[in-house]
């Protein structure tokens, strides 16, 4: 019974280039949620996705960045034209039921922007 | 209105003393308040909850004490091990949301 799986656990990407990280939620669970954690900082809500949908991205910044979670596959973060101030920790969660009280986390992608 | 302030932002315990740590809210909407452990390298993980209906809830050397008139609430563990050593985040969110707000963290390190 895998818990929530993040792919790649690390990633480095020049000034420009694009990221995509993965997060593949437990089984059952629909809904997905991705969070950024800056050094010695909490963790700041980016986007609540379900299955082909959107719910909620007012935490995401309005350029740059966009998710998605298609119908059959992993959810997506991706980040174009990275800068330095966008490496962090990036967490994604994953529920059944859309609730905050159920969310489990993964083990998050390290981005690292040189 | 959404903020979540944490403190201390560090602490350093001796083995086998209390650890204390404190949260504040201003969003009086909020009806949930978890406790996450996260250690180096690991996602956050839950460790106790608890809803404003109670001023405290104990899980074994864990308690968390909820002030809802002073929108406060705190961690407490109890017998601080040396493996209990970890950064601790406190959050919050309300039933109208999906989303939960985290305090800053706190870094804990208990001395053997």
């Not at chain 2, 944490?6 to 949930?32: H, M, R, W």
């Not at chain 2, 406190?90 to 939960?100: F, H, I, V």
């Amino acid at each position: 019974n895998a818990g929530v799986m993040q792919n790649p656990r690390h990633l480095v990407r020049r000034r420009g280039q694009e990221a995509r990280l993965r997060c593949s939620p437990m089984k059952g669970h629909s809904h997905v949620y991705w969070y950024r954690q800056l050094p010695e900082e909490g963790l700041k809500f980016m986007v609540y996705l379900q299955k082909e949908n959107i719910i909620d991205e007012s935490g995401m910044p309005k350029e740059r960045f966009s998710a998605e979670f298609p119908k059959e596959g992993p959810s997506i973060l991706r980040i174009q034209q990275v800068v330095r101030g966008d490496s962090a920790a990036y967490f994604c969660a994953s529920s059944i039921s859309g609730q905050s009280y159920g969310y489990t986390f993964g083990s998050g992608t390290r981005l690292t922007v040189v | 209105q959404q903020q979540v302030k944490q403190s201390p932002q560090s602490l350093i315990v001796q083995k086998g003393g209390i650890s204390i740590i404190n949260c504040a809210y201003e969003n009086t909407a909020f009806d949930y308040f978890p406790w996450y452990q996260q250690f180096p390298g690991k996602g956050p993980a839950l460790l106790i909850a608890i809803r404003p209906d109670v001023s405290e809830k104990k899980e074994g050397r864990f308690t968390i004490s909820f002030n809802k008139s002073a929108k406060q609430f705190s961690l407490h563990i109890m017998d601080s091990q040396p493996g209990d050593s970890a950064t601790y985040f406190c959050a919050a969110s309300s039933n109208a949301g999906n989303m939960l707000t985290f305090g800053g963290g706190t870094r804990l390190m208990v001395k053997p």
